[in-house]
């Protein structure tokens, strides 16, 4: 694949570094590759050497005078036989970097860290954050569809170990690996749908639907308001949807393509009582911040309107988010509390292979009446 | 936590880049802040700009002709209140960048992207590669443990959703939260222990023995090397051994802390036979390539050693790596069809939560005789 790959080397060296000697051992790497240097160094704040080749790569070092010492190098590489030639000779450059850092270093306790190459502005995207922040790169090999719809950005792209992963705007869904997660939302095998009421809130990839109507409830309706995740997921998703989002009706299901609030809204007015809620919307915001507050009236909306449509002894399942998310969980489990009646929680925690981090899911249900 | 952080920001326009634009809309958010300028220019690969402060940070803004503009911001930062503005200037820094980039760029299909940063040269190292060789970033906050015995460097660190991991010169080996490791590995539910004679090879973690011990065997012999890998998981990952390494011998099981080949050597020659041996040392070897041959012959030796100490009914589980390494799993398979005795084999895909990709397990038996 074309694209910068940006290499990265430290060493913690464990005792003061010595800019010139540092330097002095590193130079001919640079210079054995014709590689031009540019040097900069700072009264208390130690060095900066440049190196630019006449290739267009470049690499900087950085000497902290505390003892890191940062090696990166970027260039820019497609797939060409050069190319494979330009990579092994930059993995023989850290290579060389290296001894000599630990040639120098020889009698210290130093460190040294070398990480895969990051991969810059190549046309697949291997990095998606996780819920709670870090960096993870992911085993993407191809883009199989990426579209705006009038409500988000949709891509799925292909895992080699996930299958394909639904993204949307950014946010890791759901890939064709992560039956589990489709198990905890409809309540870890616990629950009994036969013969039940459910509806279903978001849920386009359709892999929520596809269990239940396999469990024969009376009837599944599933609301979701955008018609391209459908789409997308019928084509591309089949693992996961079946062949369940083929048609939008079926013997005991329906599919709303509408916005879940006015249907909610609708069917309390009508009394209409399910016996179960599954809320496959969203994730809870991981902002606590005031700009955050809409989305917050938006979750307690659909929390409240979904209540109303519960049976009394009916069940709501959603997903919550990262485990680590403590501050924005807690938030949540506050929000329980400030329902049209009152309602009790549990919680359980599950690894979604895909997912790289620790989901917590809730089952929510009204308190029994005195 | 003091560290270099490094700050990265693509854009892809989506057409050739001009560069003398880019850096004239840039160029002003670098000196706002007081940052000098150098510009190396290649005749056919575009423009390297670096930018350095008075406090020891430095930026590149690098434009690829064909239309990638790539921003690297590195910063030493402490934990203090100084350091807080500096990170949030920095980061404010990326926003304005970002902001100029998309303006210039309005009417183009552009893609921006933008990783959380990198943290380099840190007490604690957040980043230990899967084994098939992707960038992951861990949510360690702490160094519980970190020695190194003759035999490899040991390391116990806190993750906050995982617990304690237990890395073995570099490579993850097992989390408090991997249950499901020790389940997999164990037959993943389908045997029954109760009774019998099992040999575990290596699991100096004790998660192996501490689940074998509940189920009531004849006897469980654990062959680990290395005592300090067993002192370290004593103390640090009880969730994973509770009290069975409290002491090396116990009314059903004894802990060897030997070389497991000669021990295997001697037990095929006195006729022993096992039930179960639970080969628990290392993964497949990774590379496949010559230099690693005796890594394989190992590989092999303990495969038909282990054969010939179990009973014709018994079973061989073990660990194989990462699903996508499909070469390395197969080159194990093939060396399944050379063992003294012909054997059959079972494999199973399993989400070890604090591994980050797909692991295969193995289930080895003899072929049942003529």
Same mark, same amino acid.
């Given at each position: 694949?074309?694209?910068?790959?940006?290499?990265?080397?430290?060493?913690?060296?464990?005792?003061?570094?010595?800019?010139?000697?540092?330097?002095?051992?590193?130079?001919?790497?640079?210079?054995?590759?014709?590689?031009?240097?540019?040097?900069?160094?700072?009264?208390?704040?130690?060095?900066?050497?440049?190196?630019?080749?006449?290739?267009?790569?470049?690499?900087?070092?950085?000497?902290?005078?505390?003892?890191?010492?940062?090696?990166?190098?970027?260039?820019?590489?497609?797939?060409?036989?050069?190319?494979?030639?330009?990579?092994?000779?930059?993995?023989?450059?850290?290579?060389?970097?290296?001894?000599?850092?630990?040639?120098?270093?020889?009698?210290?306790?130093?460190?040294?860290?070398?990480?895969?190459?990051?991969?810059? +502005?190549?046309?697949? %995207?291997?990095?998606?954050?996780?819920?709670?922040?870090? #960096? !993870? &790169?992911?085993? /993407?090999?191809?883009?199989?569809?990426?579209?705006?719809?009038?409500?988000?950005?949709?891509?799925?792209?292909?895992?080699?170990?996930?299958?394909?992963?639904?993204?949307?705007?950014?946010?890791?869904?759901?890939?064709?690996?992560?039956?589990?997660?489709?198990?905890?939302?409809?309540?870890?095998?616990?629950?009994?749908?036969?013969?039940?009421?459910?509806?279903?809130?978001?849920?386009?990839?359709?892999?929520?639907?596809?269990?239940?109507?396999?469990?024969?409830?009376?009837?599944?309706?599933?609301?979701?308001?955008?018609?391209?995740?459908?789409?997308?997921?019928?084509?591309?998703?089949?693992?996961?949807? +079946?062949?369940?989002? %083929?048609?939008?009706?079926?013997?005991?299901?329906?599919? #709303? !393509? &509408?916005?879940? /609030?006015?249907?909610?809204?609708?069917?309390?007015?009508?009394?209409?009582?399910?016996?179960?809620?599954?809320?496959?919307?969203?994730?809870?915001?991981?902002?606590?911040?005031?700009?955050?507050?809409?989305?917050?009236?938006?979750?307690?909306?659909?929390?409240?309107?979904?209540?109303?449509?519960?049976?009394?002894?009916?069940?709501?399942?959603?997903?919550?988010?990262?485990?680590?998310?403590?501050?924005?969980?807690?938030?949540?489990?506050?929000?329980?509390?400030?329902?049209?009646?009152?309602?009790?929680?549990?919680?359980?925690?599950?690894?979604?292979?895909?997912?790289?981090?620790?989901?917590?899911?809730?089952?929510?249900?009204?308190?029994?009446?005195?």
């Amino acid at each position: 694949m074309a694209a910068a790959r940006h290499r990265t080397l430290d060493f913690l060296l464990g005792g003061p570094a010595r800019g010139e000697a540092v330097l002095a051992a590193l130079r001919p790497v640079f210079q054995e590759r014709g590689m031009a240097e540019s040097l900069h160094i700072w009264p208390d704040h130690g060095c900066l050497a440049t190196y630019v080749s006449a290739h267009g790569s470049f690499a900087n070092v950085r000497i902290y005078p505390h003892g890191l010492v940062s090696l990166d190098l970027q260039s820019y590489e497609g797939e060409g036989e050069g190319d494979a030639q330009a990579q092994e000779g930059d993995d023989s450059l850290l290579d060389q970097v290296e001894a000599r850092m630990k040639d120098l270093n020889r009698d210290g306790p130093g460190k040294v860290k070398r990480l895969p190459p990051l991969v810059r +502005g190549g046309a697949v %995207d291997r990095y998606w954050p996780t819920a709670d922040g870090r #960096l !993870v &790169e992911y085993d /993407i090999d191809a883009v199989v569809y990426d579209e705006d719809s009038p409500y988000q950005n949709i891509k799925i792209l292909h895992s080699k170990q996930y299958g394909n992963i639904l993204i949307l705007s950014g946010d890791v869904n759901l890939a064709e690996s992560d039956w589990v997660y489709t198990h905890a939302i409809m309540g870890s095998g616990k629950e009994d749908y036969a013969g039940k009421d459910v509806l279903i809130l978001g849920g386009g990839d359709g892999g929520i639907l596809c269990e239940i109507v396999k469990l024969k409830p009376k009837m599944a309706t599933m609301v979701e308001i955008d018609q391209m995740v459908i789409d997308g997921c019928r084509k591309y998703m089949r693992k996961t949807c +079946g062949d369940v989002l %083929d048609s939008l009706t079926g013997d005991c299901y329906q599919v #709303l !393509v &509408e916005d879940c /609030i006015p249907v909610l809204k609708r069917y309390a007015e009508e009394g209409r009582a399910f016996d179960y809620v599954i809320n496959d919307l969203t994730a809870v915001p991981i902002s606590t911040s005031p700009e955050q507050e809409s989305t917050w009236e938006f979750l307690r909306l659909i929390l409240d309107l979904s209540m109303r449509v519960l049976k009394q002894d009916g069940k709501y399942f959603t997903q919550g988010n990262c485990v680590n998310l403590t501050e924005a969980l807690s938030l949540y489990e506050q929000q329980l509390g400030c329902l049209y009646c009152p309602v009790e929680f549990s919680k359980e925690v599950v690894c979604v292979p895909s997912y790289l981090e620790l989901w917590v899911f809730y089952t929510v249900w009204k308190k029994a009446q005195p």
